[in-house]
């Protein structure tokens, strides 16, 4: 029987789920440097540990409601296709066990281009979780022109430490 572990975080009132071992760390929320030219869900990009690092905001991305920073919002730093990124939520609450059968492939009403990065849907005892696929949440574009942004934006800051 598989089991996997999930990260559980908040964006509204609905849970989400992460597979752990996509997942690097979970941070504070800190200051984020905003980069011209990059889609709204973008916020920007953060010097986590000597690494930059962008940062969206998975309620932009999900077309959900503003809400402030406050001290519940985290960053999930995530390997995404080879690409060390982070997403801003509302809060993680929890990691847990979850085993294959309480796993649901996700339901027929939901179509349209969010579907996609949607694994599954887990049942646990009173709740579901929604459970995402990372490496499907940001297109191969989108990756590239932040890779993109991200490259002009250290090269840009280099050459000015240089002067």
């Not at 996997?4 to 989400?16: A, G, H, N, S």
């Not at 071992?21 to 011209?36: A, L, R, S």
Request: no cysteine; net charge negative.
């Amino acid at each position: 029987m598989a089991v996997q572990q999930q990260v559980i975080f908040k964006l509204d009132q609905e849970e989400y789920g992460l597979d752990i071992m996509k997942v690097h760390g979970i941070e504070k929320h800190q200051p984020i440097v905003k980069v011209p030219n990059t889609p709204d869900y973008v916020e920007g990009i953060i010097n986590l540990r000597g690494e930059v690092h962008p940062i969206y905001n998975l309620r932009k991305r999900f077309n959900l409601a503003p809400k402030a920073v406050d001290d519940s919002t985290k960053i999930i730093i995530v390997n995404s296709n080879e690409m060390m990124v982070g997403f801003m939520v509302d809060s993680v609450t929890e990691i847990v066990q979850i085993e294959e059968e309480q796993i649901d492939p996700p339901p027929k009403l939901i179509t349209g281009i969010h579907s996609k990065y949607i694994g599954g849907v887990a049942k646990l005892q009173d709740r579901m979780v929604i459970l995402l696929d990372i490496d499907l949440i940001l297109s191969e574009e989108e990756q590239k022109g932040i890779q993109t942004v991200l490259q002009e934006k250290v090269t840009a800051e280099s050459e000015d430490s240089a002067l």
